[in-house]
Nanobody, 116 residues
C-alpha cells in the first residue's frame, strides 16, 4: 500500500522560512510527478509546486521566487523550501504523487501557519 508521509510544518513569523519534506513508501515504481498542494480555510485546494521525473518544475504564481521544490524520483522523496513566508501562505500543505499504473496518492497534510 502506497503511503506518503509529510514533515516540516509549523508556526513561523512573516519573512521566515520552513522546509517541508515528503517520502513515499509501499511501491517500487518511481513517481511520474510529485508535488505540493495547499488548502486554506474556506478555499479550494491549489497547486503550489510540482516536479516531474525528468526534473522540470512548475510553480503557482503566488510562490514563484520564494519557494523551491526539489525531489529524488529514485528515493521517492520531494521537498519544498519556503522562504519569505507571508501570512497568506498559511494553509494545510499536502504532498501528492502520481505513479504509473497505481494512480494518485496524497499525504495526510501538514499545517503551516505564518504570523504577521
Amino acid at each position: 500500500q502506497v503511503q506518503l508521509v509529510e514533515s516540516g510544518g509549523g508556526l513561523v513569523q512573516a519573512g521566515g522560512s520552513l522546509r517541508l519534506s515528503c517520502a513515499a513508501s509501499g511501491t517500487a515504481f518511481r513517481a511520474n510527478i510529485m508535488g505540493w498542494y495547499r488548502q486554506a480555510p474556506g478555499k479550494q485546494r491549489e497547486l503550489v509546486a510540482a516536479i516531474r521525473r525528468g526534473g522540470s518544475t512548475n510553480y503557482a504564481d503566488s510562490v514563484k521566487g520564494r519557494f523551491t521544490i526539489s525531489g529524488d524520483s529514485a528515493k521517492k522523496t520531494v521537498s519544498l523550501q519556503m522562504n519569505s513566508l507571508k501570512p497568506e501562505d498559511t494553509a494545510v500543505y499536502f504532498c501528492q504523487a502520481d505513479f504509473p499504473i497505481l494512480g494518485t496518492y496524497w499525504g495526510q497534510g501538514t499545517q503551516v501557519t505564518v504570523s504577521s
